[in-house]
């Protein structure tokens, strides 16, 4: 994993919008053989084009843009076996907090689908991967990219067990340590997959942070128990897998939500720092999180690890001033050491492929802001 010895290095989260017309042939695929070659062929000339544009705002990590999965987090559920759609069984929307209470309209205005629910998605069988021929079609596609441009590296975002079928019930295993440890298992061979082909692979755990609320409100020790069980069973699936290809994400959902049930940061970190990766992206950059960076006075960051702070943000359209975007970056650099800085993103700009936080003129300009931010700090902090 590269990290910033000479200037900072700009990266992001992962997901990006998807083109109108890459939407529509994914909505189209699975009707047809030939739908699904268009849509194949389709797929691979705008991932080449996404990391292209990547490399010409200046970010320096590179992802394919998620463009080949339907989703942050479910999309697992396509690749892997055992689970049971269930769209007549509503699940309660644990994952929000008691914001659903606290701000009632405005839940029901971004989540309009959830008021009584969402579908449940359970566990009747054994959990097994067979999503080989798609990370491979994934990994192939991001590696045929990288022949076109220059940049440092390239990654592929995979979700985290805490974050698998959050919305999901076990009726199949003996134990919830079983049921969760089955995951890890199956999410293991995309880990490996991706770091085998000789890129980074990113860890997102959204949820992680999510059910802080939910559980906290019964007892914080309920809390640390289903977290604890979860990093436990991420860091059995990394084993094997060199720190230095593993980034692991943690952000507070990228909803436009009032995020008052947020977990506090320094309720959280303990977990963060225990994951066996390399570096650590965590959301810094909205206005709920901002104020974060004051945890790395006390906080240390493990020797040999990296930090990448949300320097800019999916949760407004403006854009960010670059030199407030270097003020941030110094604020960081200044606490942990320059050399482990990497400055980021908060959250993706897609949590599906049919949603997007800002219009993408708007994240072509944010990323704009943040290489030049960037620059402006690598300026002072190596003396340039």
Not at 106 to 124: I, K, N, Q, S, Y
Not at 173 to 180: A, G, L, P
């Amino acid at each position: 994993m590269k990290r910033s010895e000479h200037r900072i290095l700009t990266t992001h989260v992962g997901s990006l919008i998807r083109p109108q017309q890459l939407r529509d042939l994914a909505a189209a695929a699975n009707s047809s053989p030939e739908n699904k070659q268009k849509y194949e062929e389709s797929l691979r000339q705008f991932v080449t084009e996404v990391v292209q544009r990547q490399a010409k705002a200046g970010i320096d990590i590179v992802s394919d843009g998620e463009f080949g999965k339907s989703s942050w987090a479910n999309y697992i559920l396509e690749r892997v076996t055992g689970f049971e759609h269930r769209a007549e069984q509503l699940h309660p929307v644990h994952w929000l907090g008691r914001d659903r209470q606290r701000f009632p309209e405005v839940m029901a205005a971004e989540f309009p689908w959830m008021a009584a629910g969402v579908p449940t998605e359970a566990c009747v069988g054994p959990i097994r991967y067979q999503g080989q021929a798609i990370i491979e079609r994934d990994i192939r596609n991001l590696k045929s990219a990288l022949g076109s441009v220059k940049v440092e590296e390239a990654f592929l975002p995979v979700v985290a067990p805490a974050s698998t079928a959050y919305d999901g019930v076990n009726e199949f295993y003996s134990s919830e340590k079983e049921y969760v440890y089955a995951i890890a298992d199956a999410l293991r061979e995309e880990y490996r997959a991706v770091t085998s082909a000789g890129l980074i692979v990113q860890v997102d755990d959204a949820v992680l942070a999510n059910m802080y609320d939910y559980y906290v409100e019964k007892s914080p020790e309920n809390y640390r128990q289903w977290a604890g069980l979860r990093i436990e069973a991420l860091n059995h699936a990394l084993q094997g897998i060199p720190e230095d290809r593993v980034r692991y994400h943690v952000c507070f959902g990228s909803w436009h939500v009032p995020h008052l049930s947020d977990a506090p940061l320094e309720e959280i970190l303990g977990f963060i720092l225990s994951v066996r990766a390399g570096a650590y992206s965590i959301e810094a950059a909205n206005p709920r999180h901002e104020h974060e960076w004051r945890v790395w006075e006390s906080a240390k960051l493990p020797a040999g690890k990296i930090l990448i702070p949300g320097v800019v943000t999916h949760h407004t359209i403006t854009v960010e001033h670059p030199r407030l975007v270097a003020d941030r970056i110094l604020r960081f650099a200044r606490l942990v050491g320059r050399e482990n800085v990497i400055a980021g993103t908060d959250c993706g700009f897609a949590q599906a492929e049919m949603i997007q936080r800002v219009p993408p003129s708007v994240v072509w300009a944010k990323f704009e802001a943040l290489a030049e931010g960037a620059r402006l700090a690598s300026a002072e902090l190596w003396k340039r």
